[in-house]
């Protein structure tokens, strides 16, 4: 049992074809290509890409919502980034790692109580298998649907 679970555990682990990206850098990013989002101590800030104003220490973003967003009375509609600042961009959702970690735990569940359970009509192997495969569908299912409601962030290098 604990060889299938180190099996399950190492198949979770991304392997170097499944890495991700590298960041993207702030200079590339085209106007209006996506949601970005600015953390800085005093706040965030979140809205469409507009563009670098100047050099890369301003940003601007349409509409922009937060406490880190200029006054719409304010002359400048720039956000100033600090040396502090981190930069997200959106990168879709968690569906695939919650399809993931849903099979692996769904699997283990089932199996586990099944095993538990004690039934002495059917093998222990036989257990192992359907509880494996009935338990990873189903948590796939669920894992993915929970993965969806939660949306993944990439880093921006400036």
Same mark, same amino acid.
């Given at each position: 049992?604990?060889?299938?679970?180190?099996?399950?555990?190492? $198949?979770?682990?991304?392997?170097?074809?499944?890495?991700?990206?590298?960041?993207?850098?702030?200079?590339?990013?085209?106007?209006?290509?996506?949601?970005?989002?600015?953390?800085?101590?005093?706040?965030?800030?979140?809205?469409? =890409?507009?563009?670098?104003?100047?050099?890369?220490?301003?940003?601007?973003?349409?509409?922009?919502?937060?406490?880190?967003?200029?006054?719409?009375?304010?002359?400048?509609?720039?956000?100033? !980034?600090?040396?502090?600042?981190?930069?997200?961009?959106?990168?879709?959702?968690?569906?695939?790692?919650?399809?993931?970690?849903?099979?692996?735990?769904?699997?283990?569940? !089932?199996?586990?109580?099944? !095993?538990?359970?004690?039934?002495?009509?059917?093998?222990?192997?036989?257990?192992?298998?359907?509880?494996?495969?009935?338990?990873?569908?189903?948590?796939?299912?669920? $894992?993915?649907?929970?993965?969806?409601? =939660?949306?993944?962030?990439?880093?921006?290098?400036?």
């Amino acid at each position: 049992m604990r060889q299938l679970i180190a099996v399950l555990l190492v $198949g979770l682990l991304p392997t170097a074809s499944q890495a991700q990206d590298p960041p993207q850098r702030i200079e590339n990013l085209g106007v209006a290509c996506c949601t970005v989002r600015i953390w800085a101590n005093d706040g965030q800030a979140q809205g469409t =890409f507009q563009g670098l104003v100047g050099s890369t220490s301003r940003i601007m973003l349409s509409p922009c919502k937060g406490k880190l967003c200029p006054k719409p009375d304010g002359i400048d509609s720039t956000i100033v !980034l600090q040396k502090s600042t981190a930069i997200e961009i959106y990168a879709g959702r968690s569906v695939e790692k919650g399809v993931k970690w849903g099979a692996a735990l769904g699997g283990l569940a !089932l199996t586990g109580y099944w !095993l538990a359970k004690g039934d002495e009509e059917q093998e222990d192997a036989g257990k192992i298998g359907a509880g494996m495969v009935i338990g990873g569908v189903v948590g796939a299912v669920v $894992g993915g649907l929970i993965g969806a409601l =939660f949306p993944r962030w990439a880093p921006v290098i400036r």
